[in-house]
């Protein structure tokens, strides 16, 4: 089971990150905007460059091609992009199953990129990523763009999915109820610093 | 047959031709008077010293003054390619990826028609060497301005489509092979084109002048064919090896996109 580790990391207004993430953790990550959340997720994915340690499963960053990092470690930004014709061609594999359950007919697949609404990319997005398998994963605030009721869906399908396959998670949220229903620990940027805090009931 | 002299008052009976055209675009308030003016007499300068410069040259003909004639070219032309650039790549490596791209292609596919194909002795004696160099490395030049230009513009434009492609995990080659596979087309078809309409839509302007010059037509259309197969194979060379060395230079060694590389 993989363990997602930051040592010193050093990126943005954030200085010497450390955090541990076990498999199947769910870390809430919030902040004001511009805090520097997304460049985080982005450092950790190793998509913007950085100073400092991170390792998954004990093995650095640095050994791998960054290819073969962020098939591991899954990034999904909070504005998704598309770039073949269907929705199908950017799956690695069918995913019939995810698109049951977060409410897909299954011929949306077939469906004209172009045509998708912002709540749907958004939803797509999260199985395309699920689709690579990977063995951890970064959301970008997953439900940004979903009314209440599918927000509920999405947030159980990944939890549901987050604990089958223990991935370590950091998932950047807003909103208080959600951290409290997702988070296993919820830390909040200020400054140049992560502050633990308490998930209140 | 001889060829007949052109005097100095027909060719300014040509240009009075284009200063017609640009009071007429002046009038029209189109705003391209200026700039024709400016590259009419820039043609007639720059033209003017090369006839004097080939004079000389022919009349020497060693290969030291051919291969200094062929350096300068190139550089030139490399200068030409940055100029044609909307993005660069900081630090001159604009300039360095078109020059070296031209030079692989362009330069060895001409020393490989001269020593294999048309065979002059010397092989460099310029008659043959300078006039072939100056074609292939004119529509090299095209092609690889043209590739560099659609690829870096497409990659900055596309930038978030290539990074949330590199999140999925993909290589730094799977995330740009439609922006070089577009870079490549812009590159070669002006070339592709050019080869299709050959003959039928125009006379090609080497073999025109060498009719012109008294050369049978069965012979120019020879030279034609075999200048219009190297010229392919010289500027989509070039534009290969120069589209390649940019994708790489855009990605840095975490295989990131690297934008802030353009100016």
């Known amino acids: ?201 | 047959m001889s060829v007949i002299d052109l005097s100095w008052w027909q060719l300014s009976l040509a240009a009075a031709l284009v200063v017609a055209l640009a009071i007429c675009t002046h009038i029209a308030r189109l705003q391209l008077g200026k700039s024709l003016i400016i590259a009419a007499v820039r043609t007639a300068i720059q033209l003017t010293l090369v006839g004097l410069i080939l004079e000389a040259l022919f009349a020497v003909g060693t290969l030291l003054w051919v291969s200094l004639l062929g350096l300068a070219m190139l550089l030139f032309a490399g200068q030409q390619v940055v100029s044609r650039q909307k993005y660069r790549l900081r630090g001159g490596w604009s300039f360095a990826i078109g020059t070296v791209s031209m030079l692989v292609s362009a330069f060895s596919v001409t020393i490989l028609s001269l020593v294999v194909l048309i065979g002059p002795q010397p092989w460099y004696q310029p008659q043959y060497s300078i006039p072939l160099l100056g074609m292939l490395l004119g529509n090299t030049m095209t092609g690889v301005a043209l590739g560099l230009d659609r690829l870096t513009e497409s990659l900055r434009r596309s930038r978030d489509i290539i990074d949330n492609r590199l999140m999925l995990g993909e290589t730094w080659r799977q995330a740009s092979i439609e922006f070089r596979r577009d870079a490549m087309r812009a590159g070669l078809m002006p070339t592709i084109n050019s080869m299709a309409a050959a003959g039928i839509v125009f006379l090609p302007g080497m073999m025109t002048g060498q009719i012109l010059a008294g050369t049978s037509p069965t012979i120019a259309v020879k030279y034609q064919i075999l200048i219009m197969f190297t010229i392919a194979a010289g500027t989509g060379f070039g534009t290969f090896v120069a589209v390649a060395l940019c994708t790489r230079r855009m990605f840095d060694e975490r295989e990131r996109l690297c934008v802030d590389r353009l100016i």
């Open chain 1, 1 to 201: 089971m993989p363990q997602l580790k930051l040592e010193k990391l050093n990126i943005g207004p954030l200085k010497k990150v450390r955090l541990e993430i076990q498999p199947g953790e769910i870390i809430c990550l919030s902040g004001s905007s511009g805090s520097g959340k997304s460049r985080l997720l982005r450092a950790i994915a190793d998509i913007e460059p950085h100073s400092g340690d991170i390792s998954l499963d004990d093995i650095d960053q640095k050994e791998m091609p960054g290819h073969q990092w962020r098939r591991q470690v899954m990034l999904v930004p909070a504005q998704s992009a598309w770039w073949y014709e269907t929705v199908g061609e950017h799956f690695n594999q069918p995913m019939e199953k995810a698109l049951k359950t977060l409410g897909f007919p299954e011929e949306a697949t077939e469906w004209q990129v172009s045509r998708l609404s912002s709540g749907e990319k958004q939803r797509l997005a999260l199985i395309r990523a699920l689709s690579y398998a990977p063995q951890a994963l970064l959301l970008d605030e997953p439900t940004a763009n979903l009314d209440p009721d599918t927000t509920s869906k999405v947030e159980a399908w990944l939890m549901d999915e987050i604990s089958k396959h223990q991935y370590p998670v950091i998932w950047v949220a807003h909103n208080r109820e959600q951290i409290q229903r997702v988070a296993t620990r919820h830390f909040e940027i200020k400054g140049s610093r992560l502050i633990e805090r308490e998930i209140s009931q």
